[in-house]
């Protein structure tokens, strides 16, 4: 799988069986939860949410991929280091 993915567990993707059903999904409860909880980790550190990309094999056969991606926390600024290049003594006005 990629860099922030991951083969997800008992889920199946097929075609659906009317026009205005694309695709339905199956899910193996007992693999998927199992994969969920191997993943909280990566669930926390998205506040809750998971994402599951639906990708195509080569064979056109689908399969979806659990996104293991985790934010970066971001350090604060500070309204002086913010404004640290702004100091500028030689103003027109």
Do not use: C, W
């Not at 339905?24 to 939860?33: D, G, H, L, Y």
């Amino acid at each position: 799988m990629s860099k922030h993915g991951e083969l997800v567990t008992g889920m199946f993707i097929d075609p659906g069986n009317v026009d205005f059903v694309k695709h339905r999904i199956r899910f193996n409860v007992a693999e998927f939860s199992k994969m969920l909880i191997e993943q909280k980790d990566v669930i926390e550190a998205n506040k809750g949410f998971a994402r599951i990309d639906i990708m195509e094999a080569k064979s056109g056969k689908l399969y979806g991929s659990f996104s293991t991606y985790k934010p970066q926390p971001q350090q604060e600024v500070t309204q002086a280091q913010h404004l640290a290049s702004r100091e500028n003594d030689d103003l027109p006005f």
